[in-house]
């Protein structure tokens, strides 16, 4: 290129920069503050067939009991077979029948094509993924042991990709389909104690912004993604915490979380903080200095203390 080529194609490129942020993103601001008070439409959930991974427990659990009462076809799955059961019990208790429970090992890629055939055949094509399934082991990343380290990541991230690998393209050839991935509060910022759990929540939110992206790309795209960001959820992964100010943090309890989340799917929202406050914390840790965030963690600590030192009855199973 001749440096005269080269000099248009810089101030092109400066022009359309100054248009886009002068003019582009102000309007896109403006739309999104009309949107406020312009009412959406949900999604209907008749005739869905969601999939909860970890359906045995906590967050799970309740989606599956959410979806259940708004009318979905609910498939459940958690590896452990017992607490999966009483789940499937559970609902049907309520009076909710649409609910087929199955065994799985997110971890373990075979079993979960296995798996997932056995549901397209029974129960039909899912169109609603729920990856929700992990663990949370938590103390200092020199306490963390290579199996322990393995554990996080195969289930956390790869269990992720195996489902996704499993479900994805019938949504994509249907072109009708939604995953919600569970990241964490420490998907977005860094806690102590938590290293490789951390990592493995970077890794979803990496995985689920790409795979938004990807799919934006295909014209008149109707699979979405929602990542969820959840602040400490009252499910018993976490043994112990310490907040210098507990009545500012309030410790989310799984039937609101999975309230949340079923809003955020039917809405089509990309990203779900919780509680909706931090996400100011959130935010502006990515402008501030240094030693301001600093100052900040350190004098309003939620902190999850380490796992280690625990009563061996109060000990983390996973
Ligand atoms: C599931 O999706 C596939 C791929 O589009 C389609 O061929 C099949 O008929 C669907 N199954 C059901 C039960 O709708
Ligand atoms: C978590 O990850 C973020 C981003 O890489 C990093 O800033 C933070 O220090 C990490 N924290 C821990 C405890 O690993
Ligand atoms: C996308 O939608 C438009 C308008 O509804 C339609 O004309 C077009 O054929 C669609 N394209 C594809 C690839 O489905």
């Given at each position: ?57 906590g967050i799970g659990k309740m989606l599956a009991k959410k979806y259940a009462i708004e009318g979905a076809t609910v498939v459940c799955w958690d590896v452990n077979e017992e607490f999966n059961k009483a789940t499937v019990e559970y609902l049907n208790k309520l009076g909710y029948n649409n609910v087929h429970g199955y065994k799985v090992d997110v971890t373990n890629r075979e079993n979960v ?206």
């Amino acid at each position: 290129m001749s440096s005269f080529e080269e000099i248009i194609q810089t101030l092109k490129g400066v022009l359309h920069l100054i248009f886009a942020h002068f003019i582009i993103v102000p309007y896109y601001f403006f739309e999104s503050f009309i949107n406020l008070f312009v009412k959406k439409v949900p999604k209907s959930i008749r005739g869905e067939v969601v999939l909860i991974t970890g359906a045995g427990h906590g967050i799970g659990k309740m989606l599956a009991k959410k979806y259940a009462i708004e009318g979905a076809t609910v498939v459940c799955w958690d590896v452990n077979e017992e607490f999966n059961k009483a789940t499937v019990e559970y609902l049907n208790k309520l009076g909710y029948n649409n609910v087929h429970g199955y065994k799985v090992d997110v971890t373990n890629r075979e079993n979960v094509m296995e798996a997932a055939k056995n549901v397209k055949r029974n129960v039909g094509n899912v169109t609603i993924l729920i990856n929700n399934a992990g663990i949370m082991p938590h103390h200092s990343f020199l306490d963390h042991t290579e199996q322990e380290i393995r554990k996080i990541i195969d289930i956390n991230v790869f269990g992720h990709f195996w489902t996704l690998q499993a479900f994805l393209p019938e949504m994509r050839r249907n072109n009708h389909g939604h995953v919600v991935c569970l990241s964490s509060m420490a998907g977005l910022v860094g806690a102590n104690n938590l290293v490789p759990y951390n990592a493995s929540k970077f890794a979803v939110r990496g995985l689920m912004e790409g795979l938004h992206e990807e799919f934006r790309q295909y014209p008149n795209n109707s699979v979405y993604f929602t990542t969820v960001y959840p602040f400490f959820v009252d499910t018993g992964l976490c043994k112990a915490a310490y907040f210098t100010y507990p009545a500012l943090f309030k410790v989310l309890q799984p039937e609101y979380v999975a309230e949340k989340i079923y809003e955020a799917q039917i809405y089509n929202c990309r990203n779900l903080v919780l509680p909706p406050s931090m996400s100011v914390i959130v935010n502006s840790k990515m402008i501030f200095p240094d030693k301001a965030n600093n100052y900040i963690t350190e004098n309003f600590k939620c902190e999850i203390l380490s796992d280690l030192n625990l009563p061996n009855d109060k000990r983390l199973e996973n």
